[in-house]
């Protein structure tokens, strides 16, 4: 190799922030090949809108990456400090808005353990149930779409009809599919209407149907298994360091899972296993999300069937409002109802974070109170925010046909990952 040639092996183009290498010649190769940068996004389908993979590629194999996730300038901890903490859950509801309850129930949890209030036990188990089923909607979701950018484009039907169970279901109870602020600071919107438990059963029985068909068709299909094992791999030591959760964490072994470590809103009283991968590749992730929508079938039962009785919200008309009956008939009712609104819900000053277990991982509020009715701080950590660090690692070595798939099996949700 002469002296030009060498001053080129790593000349910086300004694309990206990666560089473009010559590829020094291999004995007895006549060749002179140059690696191409390519762009992926953020126009591509597959990346939401504002994901831009600057890939620089030597042949097929994807030499060095620039991930950037962009900005969707959503501001979500900003506005939540603009607002009193009940009118938060709208925002809420847009992080990951493909299982917004979670969202609803961890913020929830975090202003009642500023107040220091525990909600009434059948408000837990209600929590529980729709958390659950909001859980199976982001599987399925992610699943199906992971499926059809395969091309398994039946697949992806399978899972969105069982998708459509369980937003029915959730419509149902709620008024609203997707952006359903159902949460209330003390407890919930609405109780279960009458007949739920049997639309429940229906509903979870028809998703396992249509969950056994893509199992036949898709799961040990060969030109699936080729394209998902041993892809994206990521080990339990890097899954650790970088901080991975949820269905992306327990992939390569990490067995955390705050329902368990961490019980909330009664999730001790309930029996389920925490699925682990082994590898950590994209097959092992896509696996662990399948087998935890049949876990989160079995609690949603267990729940359904030891509902407790009793009011879905607290005694205290200083936190939740009172009923209209009481407004209209009464001074101090009206009173209470005019401060609340006007005002808010009102914690003690401190400082608090609480996880729950999100569709992606570890969803956790930080929240800091200065006593009156809006918070002063709020922080958010968001699952999928963390695990999109972990992508160039798995990019580095893969083939460009495997960046679709392995950025799908991360799953981002853009309104969580960009707050």
Known sequence: MN?????????????????????????????????????????????????RIVAELSGEKIVDADV?????????????????????????DRLNYVSPIINNVGWCLTVEKLLEIEVPKRAQYIRVIMSELSRISDH???????????????????????????????????????????????????????????????ALDGTRDQLDKADR???????????????????????????CTGPFGRASGVDYDVRRDYPYSSYEDFSFEVPLGEKGDNY????????????????????IKNLPTGPICVDDPHIVLNPKEGVYSSIDGMINHFELVIFGVKPPQGDVYIPVEGGNGELGFYTVSDGTGKP????????????????????????????????????MIGGECDR
């Open 68 to 92: 950037e996730l962009g900005f969707l300038h959503r501001g979500f901890e900003k506005m939540c400090e603009t607002v009193d903490y009940n009118q938060v859950m709208p925002y809420a």
């Open 284 to 303: 092992d992730r896509f696996l662990v999300r399948y087998e935890e929508i049949f876990q989160s079938m079995r609690i949603c039962e267990q729940a």
């Open 140 to 202: 399925l979701t992610c699943l199906g779409a992971s499926a059809m950018e395969l091309g398994a484009f039946t697949v992806m039907l399978y899972l969105m009809q069982a998708r459509e169970y369980i937003w029915e279901l959730i419509e149902d109870v709620t008024g609203a599919r997707l952006t359903i602020s159902y949460g209330r600071v003390g407890g919930l919107k609405a109780d279960l209407p009458e007949g739920f438990a049997e639309k429940m059963h229906k």
């Open 376 to 411: 002063y701080k709020v922080h958010v950590r968001p699952p999928c925010f963390v695990h999109m660090g972990t992508m160039k690692k798995m990019l580095l070595g893969s083939n460009i046909a495997d960046v679709v798939p392995i950025f799908g099996m991360i799953n």
């Open 217 to 243: 068709l898709l799961t040990r299909n060969r030109i699936f298994i080729d394209r998902m094992c041993d892809v994206g791999t990521i080990s339990k030591e890097d899954a650790i360091a970088y901080g």
């Open 3 to 51: 002296n030009n040639e060498k001053s080129l092996l790593n000349v910086d183009y300004g694309i990206g922030g990666i560089t473009t290498h010559l590829r020094p010649r291999e004995e007895g190769d006549d060749l002179h090949s140059e690696t191409m940068v390519l762009n992926l996004g953020p126009a591509h389908p597959a990346t939401h809108g504002t994901v």
